[in-house]
């Protein structure tokens, strides 16, 4: 599936500039990439049945689309060396090809049937909005029909078609027009995203009459339609779509989750299985660390650098060590950069004794944690970074290039100030859900991915010869996949992505055929790409971590506190059970004392002998 993917975006290099020879080769490889899906096809067949037995091939959602990849493959090679507009059509479909990927990954396809069953229930909401955009588009076409004409040369001097042409211009339609339903559609799809409204509103007030030019704010009683559809239509209309979206995807995400099979399993399940999760995940805490010997010139160390105050004192330096960076700014006096430098010698000095301090107090063990080790790290850097800007004056080379390469590792330093998020705990919360969401946000960026490959790849397909435009230029084009990745990406932001569709649109004036002529695909393709990608797509980055809030941060009683209030309990138990080794073993002796000291509801009966030793040999726990 990747080598065929590759051999897509090769082929966007060669749909102008290619020759027999290249032709041929991507040809062959094509159909060795065809044969091999239609081979995975039959042999699936061959195992699980075609249609009509239960669990056959076709029983399968995901099998059926990479049986139609493959069926439309073989059309494609069987009539490759045919070039008749229809057969064009199967070679767009080759885009399809990545969509395979989501049937090879659990997790993609749970996403994917959400968003689908998501879409499913938002039909109504759909029918909604059409109507209400059915509306204001024949309310625009009986105020604007033939109104949006202008001149090419000065379009508030010539006002008629006649006064235009005799000026040597030419008289041309915006290309945002209220001439029939269709275009008042467009209008109003564009008006949603917001793009270029200011433009829109100037073309609207300043409207006169049927074919006639322009007039500054000739008809300035028309903005009212404008800002009461702006307001219906995009700041309602839109958010109720995201919004509903929301509601039936965290719905659907759910069920989907929930469902192993048959079986759909209860909401008391779904928390166990999350906990035991967790606890797989879990990793030795290498914070459990013995206190030094009361007696122990090491003991008072130890316990300035966990008191609370130390570490407040520390993250109160962090904080004006962060200051004193931000006061950098281009073309300060040289007393100024004296006193900053001053201030980051005594801000690396305080951190020298804080790191000396903690490998006293903390021994061995101050290796053992990654916040620790990055402490280190980020004050030797310190160190290195002083040295080598001492040396600018030097006349060695490298020693002068060296300061302007490490002086980036300063930056490094604002990172420490993710220390404080240890001492908060529902910013600690935040954290961790953030964390945890990363999975999720993995597969929504993976399946964003695919579509933006898809749409990049297709745009190469329709518009490869738009050349020339009010936008399209030797940079922004649809020329080769480099072009077009980067151009969709432009897009999906909403920057000119209207320009655009009307560059690629256009058939008649300002374009020549083989070189600025586009074609009416152009209104599917980007008017899609802005549904898709830019109103669903983009918002399920939003809605995967807003369900995961909703799920371990706004409920009181979730499964993340649960498992870290228990876990917090059992790290204070085994740390009253003296530890040796880095915290990782206990003394048999103290094993039983150290069951009976966990709470009954984590499955150990204290108050049994006989029981509590044979779930301990349960455990496979020996001498």
Excluded at 103 to 132: D, E, P, Q, W, Y
């Amino acid at each position: 599936i990747i080598l065929s993917t590759l051999l897509l975006i090769v082929n966007t290099y060669y749909l102008k500039d290619s020759t027999d020879t290249i032709d041929n080769v991507l040809r062959i490889i094509n159909i060795c990439f065809v044969s091999i899906f239609a081979v995975e096809s039959v042999f699936k067949i061959i195992v699980y049945g075609f249609f009509f037995d239960k669990g056959s091939y076709l029983r399968d959602t995901w099998n059926v689309l990479d049986f139609f990849i493959a069926i439309i493959g073989i059309m494609d090679a069987s009539l490759s060396f045919v070039n008749i507009p229809m057969i064009r059509v199967l070679r767009l479909l080759r885009t399809l090809r990545p969509l395979r990927f989501m049937s090879h990954n659990k997790n993609m396809r749970i996403l994917v049937k959400a968003v689908f069953k998501s879409m499913g229930a938002l039909f109504n909401t759909l029918i909604l909005i059409l109507i209400v955009y059915l509306m204001f588009s024949i309310v625009g076409v009986n105020f604007f029909a033939g109104k949006f004409q202008y001149c090419s040369e000065d379009i508030f001097v010539y006002s008629t078609k006649g006064e235009c042409e005799a000026g040597g211009g030419e008289w041309r339609t915006y290309d945002l027009n209220f001439d029939n339903v269709i275009n008042g559609l467009i209008f109003l799809f564009e008006l949603t995203t917001q793009e270029n409204w200011p433009l829109t509103v100037y073309q609207v007030v300043d409207c006169t009459d049927i074919d006639k030019g322009p007039a500054r704010n000739y008809s300035w009683y028309y903005s009212y339609y404008y800002v009461v559809f702006l307001f219906v239509g995009s700041m309602f209309l839109l958010n109720l779509f995201v919004g509903v979206l929301s509601y039936n995807f965290n719905k659907v995400q759910k069920q989907e989750k929930a469902t192993f099979g048959n079986v759909v399993a209860t909401e008391e399940q779904l928390q166990w299985i999350e906990i035991q999760r967790m606890i797989v995940r879990a990793e030795p805490n290498y914070n459990i660390r013995t206190t030094p010997d009361i007696h122990s010139w090491r003991a008072s160390i130890h316990k300035l650098i966990t008191n609370i105050y130390f570490e407040l004192a520390v993250a109160i330096v962090i904080l004006l060590n962060m200051i004193q960076m931000a006061m950098r700014y281009e073309g300060h006096p040289d007393w100024y950069d004296t006193m900053l430098n001053v201030f980051n010698y005594t801000f690396t000095g305080i951190f020298t004794v804080e790191i000396i301090l903690k490998l006293i107090g903390y021994g061995c063990d101050f290796w053992y944690d990654a916040w620790n080790i990055f402490d280190f790290i980020i004050v030797i850097c310190s160190y290195v970074d002083i040295v080598l800007s001492n040396m600018l004056s030097t006349s060695l080379e490298f020693l002068t290039v060296g300061p302007q390469l490490l002086r980036v590792l300063r930056v490094l330093r604002v990172a420490r100030l993710f220390r404080l998020v240890r001492k908060f705990r529902r910013l600690q919360a935040i954290m961790e859900i953030i964390q945890l969401s990363l999975p999720s946000i993995l597969n929504v960026f993976t399946l964003l991915g695919l579509v933006m490959l898809i749409y990049s790849v297709l745009g190469c397909f329709l518009f490869y010869d738009v050349e020339e435009g009010n936008l399209i230029d030797d940079i922004n084009n649809f020329s080769n996949f480099g072009f077009s990745f980067m151009l969709c990406l432009r897009i999906v932001t909403g920057e000119d992505w209207n320009d655009f569709m009307f560059d690629c649109a256009r058939t008649t004036y300002g374009c020549a055929a083989g070189v600025g002529c586009g074609n009416v695909t152009a209104y599917l393709y980007f008017i899609s790409m802005q549904i898709i990608v830019t109103f669903v797509m983009l918002n399920l980055f939003v809605l995967v971590v807003l369900q995961l809030f909703e799920e371990y941060f706004i409920a009181e009683e979730n499964t993340l506190s649960t498992f870290k209030e228990d876990y917090e309990l059992f790290q204070e138990k085994w740390l009253e059970a003296k530890p040796s080794h880095m915290g990782y073993f206990i003394h048999v002796d103290k094993l039983r004392r150290f069951f009976r000291s966990l709470p009954p509801h984590f499955g150990f009966e204290g108050d049994d002998p006989n029981r509590l030793t044979s779930q301990i040999l349960a455990l496979g726990i020996r001498r």
